[in-house]
């Protein structure tokens, strides 16, 4: 059984950061993509940014130059930097990993950028 815990949420002002975490934990296969998914209220999932085991990235255009996506594969962590911080970042942050064509998702975690 694979399981996603993601940790880092919070509270931020604008232009503020913070640093999301994701821990997985269960049999892993070594080939995978460990992507951040982002949901604000009233809105639909929205894919942040994802990265191959080989550090392959790929980022949303609204984030570009502000987040950072990076993992351990020793450790199967994926973290995400989030600088430059707006209010329309606010959203519950979800981590998925994805191999041999299984889906795992974590609990989430929610992100709220305030003046």
């Known amino acids: 059984q694979v399981q996603l815990v993601e940790s880092g949420g919070g509270l931020v002002q604008p232009g503020g950061s913070l640093r999301l975490s994701c821990a997985a934990s269960?049999?892993?296969?070594?080939?995978?993509?460990m992507t951040w998914y982002r949901q604000a209220p009233g809105k639909q999932r929205e894919l942040v940014a994802g990265i191959t085991g080989a550090g392959i990235t790929n980022y949303a255009d609204s984030v570009k130059g502000r987040f950072t996506i990076s993992r351990d594969n020793a450790k199967n962590t994926v973290n995400l930097q989030m600088n430059s911080l707006k209010p329309e970042d606010t959203a519950v942050y979800y981590c998925?990993?994805?191999?041999?064509?299984?889906?795992?998702w974590g609990q989430g975690t929610p992100v709220t950028v305030s003046s």
């Open positions: 998925n990993l994805t191999f041999s064509s299984a889906d795992y």
């Open positions: 269960g049999i892993i296969y070594s080939i995978n993509v």
